[in-house]
Nanobody, 121 residues
């Protein structure tokens, strides 16, 4: 089980840090990904982090977002979001992911409530 939190309202150009609490030993075994679903859009992959520390980002967030983990307890994965723009407004989710073909896909369909990010002046 993974639970996302940390969303809120931010002005364009602002920053937020989302947290994904990982329950159990998921992160020691699986990669974790951040996804988002904007208004009227399909859910899309934002970033992934493997248990070995490798990261991958969607082109639309490269250079602005950073995925990382809390090395102290290894139970939290973060998504630092800088220079947020209105198109980044979405409900953000985290989930365990696996490599399939040429992309990362969610391991299951348990998404939780996600955390809402609103970008507006």
């Amino acid at each position: 089980q993974l639970q996302a939190s940390g969303g809120g309202l931010v002005q364009p150009g602002g920053s937020l840090r989302l947290s994904c609490e990982v329950f159990g030993r998921i992160f020691s075994i699986y990669a974790v990904g951040w996804f988002r679903r904007g208004p009227g859009k399909q859910r899309e992959l934002v970033a992934t982090l493997t248990s070995g520390g490798s990261t991958n980002y969607a082109d639309f967030v490269k250079g602005r977002f950073t995925i990382s983990r809390d090395n102290a307890n290894n139970n939290t994965v973060y998504l630092q979001m800088n220079n947020l723009q209105p198109e980044d407004a979405a409900v953000y989710y985290c989930n365990a992911v696996r490599w399939y073909g040429s992309t990362w896909i969610p391991r299951n369909n348990f998404w939780g409530r996600g955390t809402l990010v609103t970008v507006s002046s």
